[in-house]
Each structure stands twice: as C-alpha cells, then as structure tokens.
C-alpha cells in the first residue's frame, strides 16, 4: 500500500517522517500522474488557497476525486482539513468535500492565537497533544461524522467513513497515533477495494502486501 | 528571556510551526491592498507587507522604516494568507508594534535601514515569530539562538540579481555539510570560527541542516531563478521587487509559484517561463558602491 502525500506547498515532509517512523511507504504527489498511483492520501497543513489553485489548475482535483470515487481512505491536517470539507466559511472557497462538515477557515484567530493544547480523544486514554496553527473551526458536522476528539468543546478530529480530518497538526508533534489509526483505515480501504477488483477482472490491482519504505523521489 | 519551562517551547513549536506551513510555497512583497490580492490569487503562501519594495528603497534612498500599520493593517483585512511585516534591525519597539498590530509574522530585515548595528532583536520576547536574513552559517545560528523561527538567505534585496542569493544558500549548505564530517571533539572549535553557540552547532552536525526551515530571498526575478534555489535546498522562497518590478506581475507571480513547486520538474518551469513579458531590470552587484550594498547589514 501507498500513501500519497499531496506535496504542491504546506508541511508535507512533516507527514513523510511520520510515515517513515511508521515503516509506511509513500509517495510525494505533485501532479496527477504521481496521484494515481496512491492507495490513500494525505492532504498537508499549509495554505489551502495556494493549494487549492494547483488543485483546479493542474488536473489534481480530478485526479484525487478519481481516488475518491475508488473508495480511498484521506486523511487531511488544518489546509488539508479545508479541503476536504463540504462547505468553507470565511471567506467561502471551493473544496473537495469528501468530508460531511462545515467548516471556518483561521477561526481561533491570527498566528498570536496558535498554541499547543491537549485533550482526550478515542484512540488512546492518554490526552493528544494538539498543536492549532491558524487553524480552522469545524462548525457543522453531518449526521455520519464521528467525533474522535474535542478541544474547547469543539470537534476538532474527525471521521466521515473513510475520510479523516484534523484542525490540527498531528504531523508537528513526536506522537504518531493519529497517523497509525489512519494508516489502520487506509489499509482496510486497500484491502476491501482489492477484494471488490478480485472478484472483477480488475484493471489495476492495488498492490495491498508491501509495507516496505520506499525511497523519497 | 522567558524562563525555559514547558510554555516557551510550547511557543517555539507554534513559531516554527508556521514557517513549516510556508514550506514550497512563495512570499511575496506588496506594499497595497490591491497587490496583496493579486499575490494571494496567484497562489502565494504569503504576503510581506511594506511601503516601498527593495528596488524602490535602493533608488529613493533615505531612511527605510518599518511600514505604515494602516497600509499593514489594510492588507491584513485584503487577504486570508499570513501576512508578514518588516521592522528594522534592532529595532525591538517597531517589533512590538507589529506585534500590536497581530502580524503573523515579522522580518527583522536589512532592507530596512538598521536602528541598531551592534544588537539584534531579542526574538524569544516576541509571541510573533521572526524570521532573520544571514549570508552564512554563522550568521543563520545567531539569528536563531536570538530566536528566529526561520532563516532566508539574503542574497541582495532589489538588485534583481540571482547571484547573491545563490552565493549565500551555498555558503550556508556547503558549511553545513562540513560539519556533518567533523568529530566530535572538532565542533568546539567550528563553533569558535562560526561565532555561533555551540549547542546549535552540534545540533547542525548531527541533523545535516537547520533547525528552523530555511528559505531564500534577494534577487529572484524569474520562475527558473525560484527552481534554482529550490534545487540548491531552499525550502520556500521570498520574492521582493521581482513580481511587482516586472511588467504582468500577475502572470509573473503565478509563474514562479508553479516553479517553486515543480522545481525539479524541468517542463514544467519551462512552461512557467513561457509569455511572461520583461523581467524587472536588474543590477550587476559587481557594479554597486560597498556602501550600497543592503546584504552587509546585520552582524
């Protein structure tokens, strides 16, 4: 299995680490091409308005929702979480909108506002540490959503299905839970569309054994 | 200075943190609300805030301040991106100013006319982060033991010219790599050479870079100039008088965005340069007075 990392601007290398500590294979994605050959993707945290231009422009918007429509698991930090979302507040901007949820861009306020926090969350009885870097609010969640975190009273990591998404940046911190339990649900994404393809003469069949690191382009 | 408790490194996180956000993208100079919008259109990753550009300031001459905070002011409410602002070397209270004014970040630069030629700001003060111009390795680890949270290669603002910028990225990777082959015992005195804290200097010889992200500025015009940093290790770039200097900044801005992405993608820059109209002008740094030189600002 591949993870894609969407490497158009943001703190993508970040995520690589991540999946490297993990022993994860993945690929930097800057064009469609590189897009398809992801089993899953990551969308980074940096600024959404740039990355959303090499989205609309460059053919990766078709591309990843070609992903999406193969049923591919994604997973997306603070930019990634803008666009990922249904619908964008402040200003209004395009998005993908593989996730159910409203959400309101730089909500906590300005870079004074960014802070390292902590709190519960499902994945483990430890508090997460939370890093929210002119991050988002999500301020409405469709009746799928599950809530996997809270801070402040807000939910702030959440997953819609196969759709993961934090106003935060796991990425940023030395704990490398969040990005275990997506490599979890990516995987069974792979697995459960491989098994779909196997029972069709299959195109292209996702490779599901190999979780070798593979070198960095 | 702050004590060393968990809150201080909870805000070092948080300042660099932002400058990991900027990574691959480019910064870009405006100095009206109008440009601040072209430039976040076109796909900047940021904007610097600043009554004249580089190529301006260089022409005009007289003393160059931190900017107007109604015009920083004006651009922080045009756009979504983080807006940057510059104060003068030194110059802490322009520093809290712009802190006051909740910019996301500051530039300590030598563009602006110094207000100190001995001592840098004390950056660990500031909630905002900071980031610090330097030529070689030396210079960068001051600045950031002083508490930058990301250092640019200053190559030479407003010139237009690309060799300063490069001079310095490989100034600073080429003594980083040196280090990276030192024994342990040999840091001490490459800390003595360096004039840089030898804590930092361990750090550099152990990881093989810097700890805080490290971008270029200072001469890039075209999209191959912004390729050719990001190949010589640049992690973002800064673009001063290149965009708003050249005849369609806006087809020049988006250009050199697509560039500093694709920057090992040799078609794609090359599809960036195609029908971009005229470059700003340019200087031969070898043609300027000594005394004319911004880069040999800052100590």
Redesign the interface.
Known sequence: MKIGILAVQGDYEAHGRMLERLGAGYLLVRTPKEAAQADAMILPGGESTTMLKFLKEEGLEAALRALDARGAAFFGTCAGAILLAREVRAPAQDSLGFADLAITRNAYGRQLASEVRSALSKLKPEPLEMVFIRAPWIDELGPAVEVLAREGGRPVLVRDGRILVATFHPELTADTTVHEYFLKLAAERARSSSNASASKPASSQPSTSESKPMPRR | MDSSNGNTK?QW??KV??A??????VIMDVTTAEQARIA???????VMALERVPADIRKEGGVARMASPRIIREI?DTV???VMAKARIGHFAEAQVL?AL????IDESEVLTPADEENHIWKHDF???FVCGARNLGEALRRIAEGAAMIRTKGEAGSGNIVEAVRHMRTITGEMRRLTTLRGDELVHAAKELAAPLELVREVAQEGKLPVPNFSAGGIATPADAALVRQLGAEAVFVGSGIFKSSDPDKRARAI?KAA??YE?AKAVLEASQELGEAMRGLDVRQLDPKELLQTRGW
Do not use: W, Y
Not at chain 2, 20 to 25: A, D, F, I, V
Not at chain 2, 102 to 105: G, I, K, P
């Open positions: 909870n996180r948080v943190g932002l990991e956000m900027l990574k691959g993208g976040e259109q076109a796909g900047a990753c940021a922080m979504s991106i983080p802190q909740e910019v996301d970040f909630k905002v982060p965005v992405t694709h993608d």
